[in-house]
């Protein structure tokens, strides 16, 4: 069925790749929900306010897990190149995403939860633009009714929030709060292109373990600057310890998982499948903090999932192939030839060549020319973009 929405064909709602793209991102919501619950009780139960610390033991363990390995390759994946021909930008990525995590957990000082749960939506619209300006990506319409698909499924969630009696969050400064949770979607929205940017052209390896890196350096000045009188009031037991324990690894799976899923499709497709993450910690908050039902929180689940299914049922075509990388990560090593080939997105283009040989059949006679067309069927590389394939043309030779 071709329309001018694009080409939806039925049999991909069925594909093996959308049903693991599906379940990565679930995964990834459910990640988020173990960071959410256990921040819950660390702030419900134990009175512990030290976001700052909370991130800086993620970011710590990606530079103790990641970092090491980019010292141990050689060429262009050494992390002394790396820091030399790149390093001023993964400095500024590594404070971009400090400060999406601080700014987001701020707000919740300051405004209600109905508040950010609808503001940090924005993440969307502003991942889609940065994506069409920096990534090239040319969306088609049925990619933008699935993203409104998505945030009727977001205000679903929300009123069942209202109707349930669940607007919890302060209110000493609404403009302000709600403020900062525009600056949080936007900077997750910054480090989420630079991520997919990253993990396409270069390595997973190497974001990570620059993120680690740099990461650790800024949450842990800007830990000393606004945690310090925080710190010494932690009555520290083996139940904090354990919170902070859950925290930490359910932030570093994510962090650690997420490239993966993202290389896989893009990151406003992840980021529409995250949406379900608020609707998760809903549905363990009904046995932990002993929430209200409402159906409406189911409504909001299968919209939610039907507009992410939406969105990657219809190929993201680009208009401008993207430059040859430099290095491309297979198996942890760096080839400066290498090709990604995605064998689910591949779109096979017939080249027809034709080659003209000059015969002389004497003197007097003009030439003959024999033309012999040549079929062959090859594949176009996609360079790990799902939806960034680089089209071959037909070639004369």
Same mark, same amino acid.
């Given at each position: 069925?071709?329309?001018?929405?694009?080409?939806?064909?039925?049999?991909?709602?069925?594909?093996?790749?959308?049903?693991?793209?599906?379940?990565?991102?679930?995964?990834?919501?459910?990640?988020?929900?173990?960071?959410?619950?256990?921040?819950?009780?660390?702030?419900?139960?134990?009175?512990?306010?030290?976001?700052?610390? @909370?991130?800086?033991?993620?970011?710590?363990?990606?530079?103790?897990?990641?970092?090491?390995?980019?010292?141990?390759?050689? !060429?262009?994946?050494?992390?002394?190149?790396?820091?030399?021909?790149?390093?001023?930008?993964?400095?500024?990525?590594?404070?971009?995403?400090?400060?999406?995590?601080?700014?987001?957990?701020?707000?919740?000082?300051?405004?209600?939860?109905?508040?950010?749960?609808?503001?940090?939506?924005?993440?969307?619209?502003?991942?889609? $633009?940065?994506?069409?300006? $920096?990534?090239?990506?040319?969306?088609?319409?049925?990619?933008?009714?699935?993203?409104?698909?998505?945030?009727?499924?977001? /205000?679903?969630?929300?009123?069942?929030?209202?109707?349930?009696?669940?607007?919890? /969050?302060?209110?000493?400064?609404?403009?302000?709060?709600?403020?900062?949770?525009?600056?949080?979607?936007?900077?997750?929205?910054?480090?989420?292109?630079?991520?997919?940017?990253?993990?396409?052209?270069?390595?997973?390896?190497?974001?990570? !373990?620059?993120? /680690?890196?740099? /990461?650790?350096?800024?949450?842990?000045?800007?830990?000393?600057?606004?945690?310090?009188?925080?710190?010494?009031?932690?009555?520290?037991?083996? @139940?904090?310890?354990?919170?902070?324990?859950?925290?930490?690894?359910?932030?570093?799976?994510?962090?650690?998982?997420?490239?993966?899923?993202?290389?896989?499709?893009?990151?406003?497709?992840?980021?529409?499948?995250?949406?379900?993450?608020?609707?998760?910690?809903?549905?363990?908050?009904?046995?932990?903090?002993?929430?209200?039902?409402?159906?409406?929180?189911?409504?909001?689940?299968?919209?939610?999932?039907?507009?992410?299914?939406?969105?990657?049922?219809?190929?993201?075509?680009?208009?401008?192939?993207?430059?040859?990388?430099?290095?491309?990560?297979?198996?942890?090593?760096?080839?400066?030839?290498?090709?990604?080939?995605?064998?689910?997105?591949?779109?096979?283009?017939?080249?027809?060549?034709?080659?003209?040989?000059?015969?002389?059949?004497?003197?007097?006679?003009?030439?003959?020319?024999?033309?012999?067309?040549?079929?062959?069927?090859?594949?176009?590389?996609?360079?790990?973009?799902?939806?960034?394939?680089?089209?071959?043309?037909?070639?004369?030779?």
């Amino acid at each position: 069925m071709t329309t001018t929405m694009g080409k939806f064909d039925i049999k991909i709602l069925f594909n093996r790749q959308l049903a693991k793209t599906l379940a990565m991102g679930q995964g990834l919501a459910l990640l988020i929900c173990g960071t959410a619950i256990s921040s819950q009780y660390l702030a419900s139960d134990y009175h512990v306010n030290a976001p700052m610390l @909370q991130s800086l033991l993620n970011y710590a363990l990606l530079c103790i897990t990641y970092t090491p390995m980019l010292f141990f390759r050689t !060429g262009e994946g050494n992390v002394l190149h790396i820091l030399k021909r790149r390093g001023w930008k993964y400095l500024l990525m590594g404070l971009v995403d400090v400060e999406a995590n601080y700014t987001v957990v701020k707000a919740y000082q300051y405004t209600t939860l109905t508040s950010i749960q609808l503001l940090d939506c924005f993440i969307i619209p502003v991942l889609m $633009v940065l994506s069409w300006w $920096v990534l090239k990506t040319r969306y088609r319409p049925v990619h933008y009714v699935a993203v409104v698909i998505c945030l009727l499924g977001v /205000g679903a969630m929300v009123g069942a929030d209202l109707l349930a009696g669940r607007d919890q /969050g302060s209110t000493s400064n609404i403009l302000l709060g709600d403020g900062l949770v525009l600056v949080s979607a936007t900077l997750y929205a910054v480090s989420n292109v630079c991520q997919e940017y990253t993990v396409k052209n270069l390595s997973r390896v190497e974001f990570l !373990g620059m993120l /680690g890196l740099f /990461g650790t350096v800024f949450s842990t000045i800007q830990m000393v600057i606004l945690e310090r009188h925080e710190l010494p009031k932690i009555q520290w037991s083996w @139940q904090i310890g354990l919170l902070f324990g859950a925290y930490s690894m359910c932030m570093y799976a994510l962090y650690s998982c997420m490239p993966v899923v993202v290389k896989l499709t893009s990151a406003t497709s992840v980021n529409l499948s995250l949406l379900t993450a608020d609707l998760f910690s809903l549905f363990c908050g009904l046995f932990l903090f002993h929430y209200s039902f409402s159906a409406l929180y189911l409504i909001a689940l299968v919209v939610i999932l039907f507009g992410f299914i939406t969105f990657n049922a219809v190929p993201l075509p680009t208009t401008t192939p993207f430059p040859p990388s430099s290095t491309t990560e297979d198996d942890g090593c760096y080839d400066n030839h290498a090709i990604n080939l995605n064998e689910d997105v591949i779109d096979k283009q017939e080249v027809v060549s034709t080659i003209i040989v000059p015969t002389e059949k004497g003197q007097g006679e003009g030439d003959q020319e024999t033309r012999s067309k040549m079929d062959a069927r090859t594949r176009v590389p996609d360079r790990g973009y799902g939806s960034f394939s680089h089209v071959l043309c037909s070639t004369k030779m």
